[in-house]
């Protein structure tokens, strides 16, 4: 138990998907794990454990923005030895041959964040993904016939971005897509030697300004709840 997990460590798989909505998390325990008991729910951030085909699984919220990920992340590397963590989340699409509901798998993300600036100091570090992982997802990809892209990311610290001008240097540098948590797993798992990967859905678009209304959201993210599974045991 830790200050924001209430589990024993027992209830905590070395897999972990982590969803930043707790209520997706509850939503893609329910529907991929084989009796998915509740594990924690300080907070409201709620996570489960359960079997995917003889596998143990937990599925964790993370909640929204690096700064909330890293408490998490730091909690169940170092107080429950979690291995393997691969983020599950939604997307921005940021260049015009990404499409609403397309699957984005994260080689490696920027960040302007300052979290690494007193580690790094002058260093720009690069997180980057487990290149096993990768390899599974996207040949669990390609098996499924999703429509996927891997490459970089960008990781925002802000939801509401006026940065428009650094907007057209990512794409003109082919930045697949934004979101706000990748950028940090990846540091967190390089520091303490666990594999981590980010399997995205894109759920809006910064160009065409389309959006997947939230009635649909639950459904076309399943793909990537289902590719995630299948990569970490592959």
């Given at each position: 138990m830790t200050i924001h997990i209430g589990a024993k460590k027992e209830d905590i798989a070395e897999t972990v998907l982590l969803p930043g909505d707790p209520y997706r998390a509850k939503w893609a325990a329910e529907t991929f794990l084989e009796k998915p008991k509740l594990i924690n729910e300080v907070r409201g951030m709620l996570g489960y454990?359960?079997?995917?085909?003889?596998?143990?699984?937990?599925?964790?919220?993370?909640?929204?923005?690096?700064?909330?990920?890293?408490?998490?992340?730091?909690?169940?590397?170092?107080?429950?030895?979690?291995?393997?963590?691969?983020?599950?989340?939604?997307?921005?699409?940021?260049?015009?041959?990404?499409?609403?509901?397309?699957?984005?798998?994260?080689?490696?993300?920027?960040?302007?964040?300052?979290?690494?600036?007193?580690?790094?100091?002058?260093?720009?570090?690069?997180?980057?993904?487990?290149?096993?992982?990768?390899?599974?997802?996207?040949?669990?990809?390609?098996?499924?016939?999703?429509?996927?892209h891997i490459g970089n990311i960008f990781s925002s610290d802000v939801f509401y971005s006026e940065h428009s001008e650094i907007d057209e240097e990512m794409r003109r540098h082919n930045v697949l897509a934004v979101e706000m948590e990748a950028a940090e797993l990846y540091t967190l798992a390089a520091r303490y030697g666990r594999k981590a990967l980010a399997v995205l859905t894109v759920s809006d678009h910064l160009i065409t300004h389309e959006a997947l209304p939230s009635e649909e959201r639950e459904q076309s993210f399943g793909e990537m709840v289902e590719i995630a599974l299948e990569a970490a045991f592959k």
């Open positions: 454990t359960g079997d995917w085909k003889g596998n143990r699984v937990t599925i964790h919220g993370s909640g929204m923005g690096m700064p909330s990920l890293s408490i998490y992340v730091n909690e169940l590397i170092k107080d429950y030895d979690a291995q393997t963590l691969i983020r599950i989340g939604s997307c921005g699409g940021m260049v015009e041959k990404v499409g609403i509901r397309d699957i984005i798998i994260a080689m490696s993300a920027s960040s302007m964040s300052s979290m690494n600036k007193p580690i790094f100091k002058d260093l720009n570090f690069a997180p980057t993904a487990n290149w096993d992982l990768l390899n599974s997802a996207a040949k669990a990809a390609e098996k499924r016939n999703s429509n996927v």
